[in-house]
């Protein structure tokens, strides 16, 4: 099955820096990667997908990049604000294995 | 609304005593799938139905069991509960296995003493 490897396990950010989050997976055939945000004792959510047929989809201040060749996406968030700190978890399409999620934490 | 509901959201047990978490969507969705997240290692799958009376191990079945005899359906057993099976379990359904987003219940706390 798919292997996704995600980094950094924590990452803390000043208000208004930009955080990356970055995944790896090793299933060549994979073409869907979604990206789920979950807040505190919430259920996680999609906030952001691309298909591998995009490099690069924005939607306000996420965005992700994927690079085939190399086998990686990122999300990238802009402008971070206190109400980003959540844990975010990578997926790669072909069994919704996720990765072991990122724990941001937007300082004021 | 399109949900995933989950029941109980909280469970406390002890060792042995036999518990089902049930789950249930409405949204005609054919593949659903069980978490269990732990402190550290993200949400590792236990087991997951591509539809109806099909269903195949995840990551880390051990100690668990499932069922779908309804499309909606999909229970989560757990036959002799043990202390390492406390966890924050999570429910999901997706309308296809891949490519498409996956809907996740509220959530199950489960601790076994």
């Known amino acids: 099955g798919e292997n996704v490897e995600q980094h950094p396990s924590t990452l803390s950010v000043q208000e208004g820096d930009s955080a990356v989050i970055k995944c790896t997976y090793s299933?060549?055939?994979?073409?869907?990667f979604p990206w789920y945000k979950q807040e505190l004792g919430k259920r996680p959510q999609l906030i952001i997908d691309?298909?591998?047929?995009?490099g690069e989809k924005k939607d306000q201040r996420i965005a992700v990049t994927l690079n085939k060749t190399a086998k990686h996406f990122s999300l990238h968030i802009t402008e971070t604000q206190p109400e980003d700190s959540a844990v975010y978890f990578c997926a790669a399409s072909n069994d919704m294995r996720f990765g072991a999620g990122t724990r941001l934490t937007v300082k004021p | 609304e399109a949900q995933v509901t989950q029941n109980p959201r909280y469970l406390i047990t002890v060792t042995g005593k036999k518990l089902t978490v049930t789950c249930s969507q409405n949204m005609n969705h054919e593949y659903m799938s069980w978490y269990r997240q732990d402190p550290g290692l993200g949400l590792r799958q236990i087991y997951y139905?591509?539809?109806?009376?099909?269903?195949d191990k995840g990551d880390v079945p051990e100690g668990y069991k499932v069922s779908r005899k309804e499309k909606r359906n999909f229970p989560l057993i757990l036959e002799s509960p043990s202390p390492n099976q406390t966890s924050l379990y999570f429910c999901a359904s997706s309308l296809q296995r891949v490519h498409t987003e996956a809907f996740f219940g509220q959530g199950t706390r489960l601790t076994v003493v």
């Open positions: 691309i298909r591998s047929n995009v």
């Open positions: 299933d060549s055939a994979s073409n869907y």
């Open positions: 139905s591509m539809n109806v009376e099909v269903t």
